[in-house]
């Protein structure tokens, strides 16, 4: 029974994406999306379920499917575990995977492949409740590879634009170097402690003692790291989460921000009892953090396209999540990866809403004046910028400030990479949403025209996923007020730090961190409303904004270092190589066949000649015997 | 029966085999008829009997000389088959000349 019902959890998407692949063409325009949406409705009611249950008795569940691998003394079985990491981690992805489906089926309303968008989302949530529910390394490689699949699906949806291809590409191989580093450390846990079971590893860290953390352990978490750079898109394999924006919003939504890029930030925390065993990959993994979020957020100030907009604050509030990681405050950031999901799913749903009302427009220069006739949209907008802006009592205000106060109390420098980078997030946030709602309209007149709100299936995801921007950070009041430390404490080797009431310097950081989100919104507002400055046409940018707005021409640098080499190297073995290895190979066919043209004349049907040569081989036996 | 050996001399009936097969072999070569190449088959079968037999006698062991009847009665079937074989090659091309039967070329 119990095991049926958690089977249920992966069956309904699974059978969602079935259904969709093999007969949705049949179904017409309309159903398979009510399917997917259902299929995924069931696995978060399911998750519901379980999730009440394990608040109230903290017992985490355990389903052996059957045995896997086994060879000598290593064994991985098939086994999937409910515990409140996991459970947490399916209330966001059900839920607001469930919105964003019910969100999809208007947004795609009338694109010729529905069916197959559908099925691809189906598909993703079957792989990422396999991903957090898995109880070893292997099998949540395989929803780590699932969801990388998906995603490069999805990303290349309109597969008739090449650029759109190229964006999926560069997802897929970017995450492929992060896939193994991902592998490589995997190899190395299981060749260091004989077992990649998460309770065995436990076990063996927390009972074994005086355990010799050697440099090879460091090394297997640097390479689990490197797997985590690259699906959470962190320096420097962030590149490809921008250009995933080719993907239909929804996706961007789901995939690109709310669940499948925090995977990093899951496995990590899955694996915290071996990654406090080293603290040098810690701070690595601290700084690669704060420095990711100054950087991408630098990068966003200057973007003119809403979603590239939003993808760069992606990689900068991913950024801020590596940074509470590194600096051991795993529940600092699922906190915040929680109201990430929350807030970035409805600003991108929110910039869907827009880009479906401007026909398909992405440019914010063209954009202007929304507010008007897209209240429901521009509310949502602005309570979600809010919030990941940090200022209070939304959501993002709890736990931006709760990466604020780790960092402050660990590393101070971090600290300030940190607070430059809140400030940037605020401006930029703000410079979107002034340019996007307020002004006048700066597009066509046919755009114009064209203006209007969103379907109710669209709007109710944006309400929800608004009021949870807002009421989200109850889950975790400062000052030792936290329901969610508390809850994932069980998970938590090193524990979770016992919050002392409220100190005065924790009172400061708050003030600077509001301070901070203000100081953003008051440029923004100046530039944007008092000035009503509109940012320059691309060919007039200049100066440090230049190179900004062109992402550093970190793309460049890459082509130049890595694609651009690697095309030589292939030319190289094209042209040179295989020329030399085919002549080789086919100079020996040749010689073979010139053999053979005298070797043929002997077959000439004449049985006096076949008897003579039998008569001869028959003499050089016997003289062979008798002589040699 | 092994005086007669003694007075001959085993060396001249090994020569005489070798004689034969020797005769036999070549008779094969060099004739284009195939009744005469079956012939010339059963002379080099006819020296290796001999030198069976003569064996049979010089070792005093009688089992060499039954070997000798088995060889002879298979020689007997396998020209029954060959005899036939060449009647019905001759049904169908006219002619029983080696140097006309060229279809076995590969």
Not at chain 1, 226 to 243: E, H, N, R, V
Request: with cysteine.
């Amino acid at each position: 029974m119990e095991t049926g019902l958690i089977l249920l959890l992966l069956i309904f998407p699974l059978a969602g994406f079935l259904i969709n692949l093999f007969v949705g063409k049949k179904l017409g325009k309309t159903l398979p999306g009510l399917i997917a949406t259902a299929a995924v409705t069931g696995s978060f009611v399911i998750t519901l379920i379980y999730f009440i249950k394990i608040v109230s008795t903290g017992q985490a569940i355990h389903v052996h499917l059957f045995e896997w691998v086994s060879f000598s003394d290593f064994k991985a079985n098939f086994e999937l575990v409910l515990d409140q990491l996991s459970l947490i981690w399916l209330m966001f992805v059900t839920g607001i995977g469930a919105l964003i489906h019910l969100y999809s089926i208007g947004y795609m309303k009338g694109d010729e492949n529905i069916d197959r968008f559908f099925s691809y989302l189906n598909l993703f949530i079957f792989f990422m409740i396999i991903l957090v529910t898995a109880n070893n390394l292997a099998i949540m490689f395989i929803g780590w590879e699932g969801v990388g699949l998906c995603s490069y699906l999805l990303i290349g949806f309109w597969y008739k634009n090449h650029k759109f291809n190229d964006a999926a590409k560069k997802a897929f191989i970017m995450n492929r170097i992060g896939d193994l580093g991902f592998l490589t450390g995997v190899f190395t846990l299981g060749y260091i402690f004989k077992t990649i079971d998460f309770d065995s590893l436990k076990l063996a860290v927390t009972t074994t003692s005086n355990l010799e953390v050697s440099g090879l352990l460091g090394l297997g978490t640097l390479c689990l790291f490197i797997g985590a750079m690259g699906k959470s898109a962190q320096i420097p394999l962030y590149t490809w989460l921008p250009d995933a924006m080719a993907g239909p919003t929804p996706v961007s939504a789901l995939i690109h921000a709310a669940t499948m890029v925090t995977a990093g930030i899951f496995m990590i925390t899955r694996l915290n009892f071996i990654f406090n065993l080293t603290p040098d990959v810690q701070l690595f993994i601290a700084i690669i953090g704060a420095v990711t979020a100054l950087f991408a957020a630098s990068i966003g100030i200057f973007q003119t396209d809403i979603k590239k907009v939003l993808a760069y604050s992606t990689v900068s509030q991913l950024g801020l999540m590596f940074l509470a990681i590194g600096l051991g405050a795993y529940h600092v950031a699922v906190f915040h990866v929680i109201t990430h999901a929350f807030f970035k799913a409805c600003l991108f749903l929110g910039s869907g809403s827009v880009i479906h009302a401007m026909g398909g427009e992405q440019d914010m220069r063209k954009m202007g004046g929304l507010r008007k006739v897209l209240p429901i949209t521009f509310a949502t907008f602005f309570i979600s910028t809010l919030s990941i802006s940090g200022i209070p009592p939304f959501a993002g205000f709890f736990s931006k400030d709760e990466i604020m106060v780790v960092a402050f109390e660990n590393n101070i420098g971090l600290w300030v990479l940190a607070a430059l980078a809140s400030l940037m997030t605020a401006f930029y946030m703000f410079r979107a949403l002034f340019l996007t709602f307020n002004k006048g309209f700066r597009g066509t007149e046919e755009q114009k025209h064209h203006l209007h709100e969103s379907p109710f299936v669209m709007t109710l995801p944006l309400i929800i996923l608004a009021v949870l921007a807002t009421i989200g950070g109850l889950i975790s009041l400062p000052f030792g007020y936290s329901w969610l430390n508390e809850y994932l404490s069980p998970i938590l080797v090193a524990g979770v730090p016992a919050e002392h009431g409220a100190t005065s310097h924790q009172f400061m950081l708050i003030g600077i961190s509001v301070l901070i989100a203000l100081i953003g919104l008051a440029i923004a507002y100046y530039q944007y409303i008092v000035k009503s400055v509109v940012p320059e046409e691309d060919d007039k940018i200049t100066g440090f904004a230049k190179v900004a707005y062109n992402k550093y021409y970190i793309d460049e640098i890459y082509d130049t270092l890595f694609v651009k080499p690697f095309y030589v190297l292939a030319n190289f073995f094209k042209n040179i190589v295989e020329n030399i290895m085919n002549a080789i190979v086919f100079g020996f066919g040749y010689l073979i066949a010139a053999l053979s043209i005298p070797l043929r004349a002997i077959q000439n049907g004449s049985i006096g000649l076949y008897l003579f040569f039998f008569v001869i081989g028959f003499c050089s036996i016997v003289a062979y015997l008798f002589f040699v | 029966m092994h005086d007669i050996l003694e007075q001959v001399g085993i060396n001249n009936y090994i020569y005489l085999s070798a004689l034969l097969f020797c005769v036999g072999v070549l008779g094969m070569l060099y004739r284009r008829s195939t009744i005469v190449m079956l012939m010339s088959v059963e002379l080099m079968l006819a020296a290796a009997n001999m030198l069976l037999a003569v064996f049979s006698v010089y070792h005093q062991d009688a089992s060499a000389q039954v070997f000798v009847i088995f060889s002879m009665a298979v020689a007997a079937a396998e020209v029954a088959v060959g005899l036939a074989i060449l009647v019905a090659i001759f049904r169908n091309i006219g002619s029983i000349d080696i140097d006309n039967l060229k279809n076995l070329k590969g």
